[in-house]
């Protein structure tokens, strides 16, 4: 069963920061050759609940996937690439998912393998990754922290997090939810969420777009100080 892992890293001082936004580029190499990876993204991060255009130059995310719960868990712990991200780090906090449903495609291809039978109960994240087109940089841009204040203001969820490979131009947020019924929730509620993905629809903002959904199976680190209380481990 496909897991995909989703770590961030928070850096405090500068010649952390430094290392961490040299190895969007540096970091390549490294992360190609690890066993066991299939996709796999490096990411920088913004201020704020999702899309955000200013950057957060203290965090850092690594995406990837793996064949297996267990190949990812081990990956995570034990690769240099996330090792010498933990050293620098002071702070370092990984998601494990497993994929519920996927549509769209990332950098032209559909990364994420969904199980059909995919059941269980407990927390669920959601992924918006999305590459906009030039000509409605400035009406997605001005419509956005409406967005971000609906997500952060939301009293359900758990977790939320811009980040993104290109600045302005590739964004993706993510954000974890207790269960099915409040992210259903928050995605009917007729607000600056719903508004904005009817204007993504009429005007065609984005040139390529993807939506996911995950089963949380698991986590390892801290973010702030503590888990953001989501369990250990659910049984998919």
């Known amino acids: 069963m496909q897991t995909v892992s989703l770590s961030f890293f928070r850096f405090a001082d500068l010649p952390g920061r430094l290392w961490a936004f040299a190895m969007m580029?540096?970091?390549?190499?490294?992360?190609?050759r690890t066993?066991?990876?299939?996709?796999?993204?490096?990411?920088?991060?913004?201020?704020?609940?999702?899309?955000?255009?200013?950057?957060?130059?203290?965090?850092y995310a690594i995406?990837?996937?793996w064949p297996d719960l267990e190949t990812a868990r081990t990956a995570v712990a034990d690769a240099p690439l996330w090792q010498r991200y933990r050293a620098r780090?002071?702070?370092?906090?990984?998601?494990?998912?497993?994929?519920?449903?996927?549509?769209?495609?990332w950098s032209g291809q559909a990364p994420f393998e969904p199980r059909a039978t995919q059941a269980g109960t407990?927390?669920?994240?959601?992924?918006?990754?999305?590459?906009?087109?030039?000509?409605?940089?400035?009406?997605?841009?001005?419509?956005?922290?409406?967005?971000?204040r609906a997500i952060g203001e939301d009293p359900s969820v758990i977790f939320k997090a811009g980040i993104g490979e290109v600045p302005?131009?590739?964004?993706?947020?993510?954000?974890?939810?207790?269960?099915?019924?409040?992210?259903a929730r928050f995605a009917r509620t007729?607000?600056?969420?719903?508004?904005?993905?009817?204007?993504?629809?009429?005007?065609?903002?984005?040139?390529?777009?993807?939506y996911a959904r995950f089963r949380v199976v698991g986590e390892a680190g801290t973010w702030e100080g503590q888990s953001p209380r989501i369990p250990q481990e659910v049984t998919p």
């Open 25 to 32: 580029g540096l970091g390549r190499r490294a992360l190609a």
């Open 35 to 59: 066993p066991g990876i299939g996709f796999w993204k490096l990411c920088g991060s913004g201020t704020g609940e999702g899309f955000t255009p200013i950057p957060n130059i203290g965090v």
């Open 63 to 65: 995406l990837a996937t």
């Open 89 to 105: 780090a002071v702070e370092a906090w990984t998601l494990f998912l497993s994929p519920v449903s996927s549509r769209g495609a």
């Open 122 to 148: 407990g927390p669920l994240a959601a992924l918006t990754r999305a590459t906009l087109r030039p000509r409605a940089l400035l009406q997605f841009w001005k419509a956005q922290p409406d967005i971000g």
């Open 168 to 183: 302005l131009m590739r964004q993706i947020t993510v954000s974890v939810w207790p269960d099915a019924a409040a992210m």
């Open 190 to 210: 007729d607000g600056p969420h719903a508004r904005a993905i009817r204007a993504v629809r009429d005007g065609d903002w984005f040139r390529e777009e993807l």
